[in-house]
């Protein structure tokens, strides 16, 4: 019954480790996001996909990159921790570009020590 | 740049008192709105949405919005709240240009005691 799956739920990582969070979806969605949401804050998109175009928003660190290796799958990659990327990310697909309605996974807290 | 505001950052409520959280968006141009619902220990899911039409917007669980826009609001209300919606409303519209991007508000934390 899961649409959009994350794993792991709870990622513990040290400061400057690089960490790899990831998403999965069984609704054969074309667009795939990523957002990052610290405690009280509202989420922030850092990029997205539509199907293996890759969209940057201009404020997203270059310490963030994603992956999509296929349509199920997306991968975001966090190269040098630091103390201020602990957060929850979250991941979203939504069925095509101009279809708004976007389904959010569970999200992945990430701790950095 | 865009922006969303929720004024109401918490709200507690007994039950069956009515419900109205505030949304303000700052875009101009054609906009479509939504109100996302996180219950405790859930994902983000969609309460309702405003795309055109009536402007007056039903949605899951008895919720419902008015969009006004001349006021740039689009407010969510329940008449008489339960329990179980205790939860955070996150109030989003779509980005410039009608892009896919969603652009959040800083969300509004509801309580609701029995």
């Known amino acids: 019954d899961a649409m959009v799956i994350q794993n792991p739920r709870y990622q513990v990582t040290q400061f400057g480790k690089p960490v790899t969070l990831s998403c999965s979806q069984t609704l054969n969605h074309n667009v795939m996001y990523w957002y990052q949401q610290k405690s009280s804050q509202a989420p922030k998109l850092l990029f997205h996909?539509?199907?293996?175009?890759?969209?940057n928003e201009a404020d997203t660190p270059d310490n963030f990159q994603s992956r999509r290796p296929n349509t199920s799958f997306c991968f975001l990659d966090i190269r040098s921790p630091g103390l201020g990327d602990a957060a929850m990310y979250l991941c979203a697909t939504s069925e095509e570009q101009g279809s708004y309605e976007q389904y959010f996974g569970p999200g992945t807290r990430l701790t950095v020590t | 740049a865009q922006s969303v505001s929720q004024h109401n950052h918490h709200v507690i409520l007994s039950e069956a008192a009515s419900l109205e959280l505030g949304c303000n968006y700052s875009?101009?141009?054609?906009?479509?709105l939504f109100w996302y619902v996180q219950y405790p220990g859930q994902h983000l899911q969609l309460l309702l949405k405003?795309?055109?039409?009536?402007?007056l917007v039903k949605g899951i669980k008895g919720f419902e919005a008015e969009f006004i826009k001349s006021k740039f609001s689009f407010n969510l209300r329940k008449p008489s709240v339960q329990w179980s919606d205790t939860a955070e409303y996150f109030c989003a519209v779509n980005g410039p240009d009608n892009t896919d991007k969603l652009i959040f508000g800083t969300g509004t934390r509801l309580q609701v005691f029995p």
């Open positions: 996909y539509y199907d293996k175009d890759f969209n």
């Open positions: 405003y795309f055109s039409g009536d402007p």
């Open positions: 875009y101009g141009g054609t906009v479509n």
